[in-house]
């Protein structure tokens, strides 16, 4: 069943001639994790402010959770949970303070916030830093909470913008098994520009591009339709590296992907023949190799097909 | 039992005045100008006179009176209370704003208008409570120093100036709607108040200035009629500055 759908968003910022998001349709499923990809400036913080009701779009319509979605819209508030880019939150409140705070703003009972509040912490591993105040709390410990915030009104969709991008490897560790572990409960619409992590835990994907969907579709089927198998060949010396190019120029391969320094990575429709084909010029030539392996295409071979 | 939002956001300004030290600074303020305005009044005369009296100046200075303590209170509060307010009332919303927790909150079911209000409402609540504290100190020195004196011109007169000082809270969360920055909205609070004195200067208009309640105060103490015309002002006002902030804010984007 579909939660989330965009037509044709639309949002023009006042005093700017070109559009932040340009038509922009997206429809997503109940109960999965929605990677919303894009570069910088894409429009993702713009369509999640507006599907969390903090902007109003220009034109164009979304519904979430059966809610039309509306500046002020106090009922669709009541059905999502929002985490920004950088957690903004009290600072002079305790953890357990913000949490049950915020349980008797979306309706509970004080017993009921703190019994929620109580269960978010030990779900986000906070517990034992409930009394602590919250500007004592490390990246990694606020963005937790900060999701931990977002669960307390039982949402059915919880909105992340860029959950990730300002921790470290343990912090981001930390929170992706955490949004893992609500998987099962609500629908993840996640915003990230860090391609692993949206490998790693989203089921369907959206590549947005100035505005526009670029693509949208399930990863599996994301890769199978945009990245074919690979080769990748990295040379024992940069000679040999710059001796191979050229070498490559008369043949007919769909794609080389780049590059770099000693290595080569080779997309084709057939790439039996490509491999076939390397192999012959490397025993040719007489090309020392470090390495030739044949691997799967990634998401981030798809994302720099599509918008670089 | 469900929880009232109202009261749920009132609780959480209160806790947060308490705990940055607002409230405290606040309460110190008016406690200070509620001991010092009866004792000033009291011991100012002698003072003079004591100075005077090694140049062999003679000064006729009449005995100071309650009405002398509770003008000084008035004249104390009028000038650096409105300075202290303004001070403290200028990041009610700005700050929320520059620091991004009222984006926090207002993504949670919380409806602009509530979310003003609330705003408001503490402020003066936060207010009052002070004015109260600084009033009942005045109350007690002055019967200390000068004896009876009549309680309902002296409550009068307190809740006068709590209007004018409420006027000059009002316009300043206003500005702390409508600016970005609480510096911003602080400066623009001192300049309107300025402008609202000096209307009261321009002929009949001038007359619904709320800067003419601090005259009021003493039409009240000397037992004459006061005028309505600055208390319609002074309500006009903080309707006009609680009715724009929530029709701008209703359309404020995050």
Request: overall charge positive; some cysteine; glycine content about 8%.
């Amino acid at each position: 069943m579909t939660i989330i759908k965009c037509n044709g968003l639309e949002k023009q910022y006042k005093g700017e001639s070109g559009f932040a998001l340009s038509g922009l349709n997206l429809s997503v499923e109940e109960k999965t994790v929605f990677g919303f990809l894009g570069p910088n400036g894409a429009g993702k913080t713009t369509t999640i402010k507006i599907l969390t009701g903090m902007m109003r779009p220009t034109g164009g319509e979304a519904t979430v959770a059966g809610e039309q979605v509306r500046l002020n819209s106090v009922s669709l508030r009541r059905k999502i949970g929002y985490l920004g880019q950088e957690p903004r939150m009290y600072g002079w409140m305790k953890g357990l303070e913000l949490l049950v705070f915020v349980g008797k703003v979306f309706g509970f009972s004080e017993a009921e916030s703190k019994k929620r509040a109580n269960e978010m912490l030990l779900m986000a591993g906070l517990s034992d830093a409930a009394n602590k105040k919250i500007s004592a709390y490390s990246g990694g410990m606020l963005q937790r909470l900060g999701i931990a915030q977002a669960l307390m009104g039982k949402p059915e969709v919880l909105f992340l913008d860029e959950p990730t991008s300002s921790l470290d490897p343990i912090g981001r560790k930390e929170v992706l098994e955490f949004i893992q572990l609500l998987k099962k409960d609500m629908t993840i619409f996640m915003s990230t520009h860090i391609l692993s992590d949206v490998e790693r835990i989203c089921d369907t994907v959206a590549i947005i591009d100035k505005g526009k969907l670029v693509v949208q579709d399930k990863m599996l089927e994301l890769r199978k339709r945009y990245a074919a198998k690979q080769l990748e060949i990295i040379f024992e010396t940069p000679d040999a590296f710059l001796s191979f190019l050229p070498l490559t120029e008369g043949l007919n391969w769909d794609i080389l992907l780049n590059a770099e320094l000693r290595k080569v990575t080779i997309q084709s429709t057939d790439i039996d023949r490509v491999r076939h084909e390397c192999l012959g010029l490397i025993s040719v030539h007489h090309f020392s190799i470090d390495k030739f392996e044949m691997k799967d295409a990634s998401l981030e071979d798809v994302f720099v097909k599509l918008i670089g | 039992m469900k929880t009232n939002l109202f009261w749920t956001l009132i609780h959480k300004e209160w806790t947060e005045q308490l705990r940055s030290g607002r409230l405290v600074i606040l309460l110190a303020v008016f406690l200070f100008f509620g001991i010092s305005s009866p004792l000033i009044a009291k011991f100012i005369p002698d003072i003079l006179q004591s100075l005077m009296k090694g140049q062999n100046i003679i000064l006729h200075i009449p005995a100071a009176t309650w009405q002398d303590a509770i003008a000084q209170f008035v004249k104390n509060l009028s000038q650096m209370g409105l300075f202290v307010v303004i001070l403290l009332s200028m990041g009610t919303v700005a700050k929320e704003k520059e620091n991004g927790t009222a984006s926090f909150l207002l993504v949670k079911p919380v409806s602009r208008n509530l979310f003003i209000l609330s705003k408001f409402s503490a402020q003066l609540l936060v207010l009052f409570v002070s004015i109260s504290l600084g009033f009942l100190a005045m109350v007690f020195y002055t019967k200390v120093f000068f004896g009876t004196f009549p309680m309902i011109a002296f409550v009068e007169s307190t809740l006068v100036l709590f209007l004018y000082l409420t006027v000059v809270q009002f316009v300043t969360i206003l500005f702390s709607v409508l600016m970005k920055t609480q510096i911003v909205a602080g400066l623009l609070a001192f300049v309107t108040s300025f402008i609202i004195s000096g209307v009261s200067m321009l002929g009949k208009p001038g007359l619904f200035s709320p800067g003419h309640l601090l005259d009021e105060i003493q039409t009240c103490l000397n037992g004459s009629l006061m005028d309505w015309k600055p208390f319609a002002g002074a309500f006009i006002i903080l309707l006009c500055c609680v009715g724009i902030s929530l029709r701008y804010f209703r359309n404020w984007e995050n």
